[in-house]
């Protein structure tokens, strides 16, 4: 009953498998994105560090974490691929309707793609054969032009919640406004907002990896270092997210009633909202969850008397189903709680941090921060769910229904298992370089630390200075 609820009875039988196989690989690739576009960052930090103040510490995570980062545009460009072929594989409705104002992005995308790539190789290879600071601006064009591709991807995706820049005549695109496309009218918020939200994530996932070592014990300078660059990094991030997330919520609130609806499951429209925390929508209806009275109206115009439109107020035909009202509301429930969480930590750290001037040592602070990359991890796919969900039943909204929008012949079902076959490969292979990595490292030992310009002594420092893993 959920799938045909989700999908609708009338609906072509390739709308589910191509909406799962979508879910899945954009699920998955999304993964990736906050390490192209903050991870590389971070170990530019690390460079610049080691270059000002003669650090062989910061050195050393930079020259480590730049091979991290190069195994993961490797797994996140094979994708990125399969996600090109999908596009027009499964939804041949969007792209030959709309590809013209779609496709543009995409070919932005791809010139920065490969610039990234080009420059990712050279700074790789860079070591110990480029000079110091030519070195570290070939690292720098990686970060730009990761930033580059994020925001041209993102202005793909937010010209389908907000479609501008388009003449339409009989079904057909006749005129394109190439900048009104790529700045579209969602384009900086959901830009910003995913930028933040890169910074975030790779932040706590990476602090988490040296939480743990601090944890165990490791409290040498490069456990520390590898802790607080990008604790700190995301720990900025992280109040940031919450103004620019409370922005977002009033635009979607003004142009995007449908999603806000859901979002604030209000089924009839009114004013003197209850912000649900939890509970589903049901035969139109809301059940469950914990009301609080007037405040989805307060946030939305700042008074209570804020009228906010129900679902009775969008036409039956493009109305969402019960089940994705309910998957988006919770979805945001879960991205906002685990945000919360989040918040709270970096305002500890803040706090310690204030108090002592040095890495936190409290167990309860490291074993909670070893866990916020899976939190921040939670976050950002629930995030994306609200975003693509909540546009439902559209693809390009106003313009262009899903059920329109996807392959109408064939069985997509195979096809989603050679996919899913595809990037579980992929995913062993990358776990299984990145262990061989780290195994190599931790064998390696404080000899690495001799890198890489030269003539730079190796400093005096045993075996602890980079802990029994090597990470």
């Given at each position: 009953m959920l799938l045909s609820a989700l999908v609708g009875t009338a609906d072509p039988p390739q709308l589910l498998p191509a909406r799962e196989q979508m879910a899945f690989t954009l699920g998955f690739h999304i993964i990736l994105v906050p390490f192209g576009v903050a991870f590389t960052f971070m170990m530019l930090v690390c460079h610049y560090r080691a270059l000002r103040r003669d650090d062989q510490h910061a050195l050393l995570l930079a020259q480590r974490w730049s091979k991290v980062a190069a195994v993961l545009f490797a797994v996140g460009a094979v994708s990125g691929t399969v996600l090109t072929f999908e596009?027009?594989?499964l939804w041949p409705g969007l792209m030959g309707k709309y590809g013209p104002a779609f496709g543009f992005p995409f070919a932005i995308e791809g010139l920065f793609f490969f610039l990234e790539a080009i420059f990712m190789a050279i700074y790789i290879y860079g070591w110990k054969r480029l000079p110091p600071w030519p070195h570290f601006f070939t690292g720098l064009v990686v970060t730009l032009a990761s930033v580059g591709g994020t925001a041209s991807v993102i202005a793909a995706n937010s010209w389908m919640n907000q479609p501008t820049g388009v003449t339409v005549s009989n079904g057909h695109v006749v005129g394109v406004t190439p900048s009104k496309?790529?700045?579209?009218?969602?384009?900086?918020?959901?830009?910003?907002?995913?930028?933040?939200?890169?910074?975030?994530?790779?932040?706590?996932?990476?602090?988490?990896?040296y939480a743990w070592g601090l944890f165990k014990g490791r409290r040498?300078?490069?456990?520390?270092?590898?802790?607080?660059?990008?604790?700190?990094?995301?720990?900025?991030?992280?109040?940031?997210q919450f103004l620019v997330g409370d922005t977002i919520a009033r635009q979607v609130y003004d142009r995007e009633p449908s999603k806000f609806s859901a979002i604030e499951l209000v089924p009839t429209t009114s004013n003197h909202v209850p912000e649900t925390l939890g509970g589903i929508f049901v035969d139109a209806k809301v059940r469950y969850g914990i009301r609080l009275p007037d405040v989805a109206s307060i946030l939305a115009g700042f008074t209570p008397s804020t009228t906010i439109k129900g679902f009775d107020a969008i036409?039956?035909?493009v109305r969402p189903a019960d089940a994705v009202v309910s998957i988006v509301h919770l979805s945001f429930d879960v991205m906002v709680?685990?945000?919360?969480l989040l918040l709270l930590l970096s305002l500890w750290f803040g706090w310690l941090w204030w108090r002592r001037r040095e890495v936190?040592?409290?167990?309860?602070?490291?074993?909670s921060s070893a866990v916020a990359g899976l939190v921040a991890l939670v976050s950002l796919e629930s995030g994306w769910v609200v975003t693509e969900v909540g546009r439902q039943p559209w693809t390009v909204v106003g313009l262009l229904q899903t059920k329109d929008a996807v392959a109408t012949q064939g069985n997509l079902w195979p096809l989603f298992a050679t996919v899913l076959a595809i990037y579980l490969c992929v995913a062993v292979g990358a776990l299984f370089v990145l262990?061989?990595?780290?195994?190599?490292?931790?064998?390696?030992g404080t000899d690495a630390v001799?890198?890489?310009?030269?003539?730079?002594?190796?400093?005096?420092?045993?075996?602890?200075?980079?802990?029994?893993d090597g990470v």
């Open positions: 596009l027009g594989l496309v790529f700045f579209n009218g969602a384009f900086w918020w959901e830009m910003v907002h995913m930028l933040l939200a890169a910074y975030i994530v790779a932040g706590f996932m990476v602090a988490g990896v040498d300078p490069y456990h520390r270092l590898g802790f607080l660059v990008p604790f700190t990094v995301a720990a900025i991030a992280m109040p940031l036409p039956v035909a709680a685990t945000a919360s936190p040592t409290n167990r309860w602070f490291l074993c262990r061989t990595m780290r195994r190599r490292w931790s064998e390696e001799a890198v890489p310009y030269g003539p730079w002594p190796t400093p005096a420092m045993d075996e602890r200075a980079v802990g029994a």
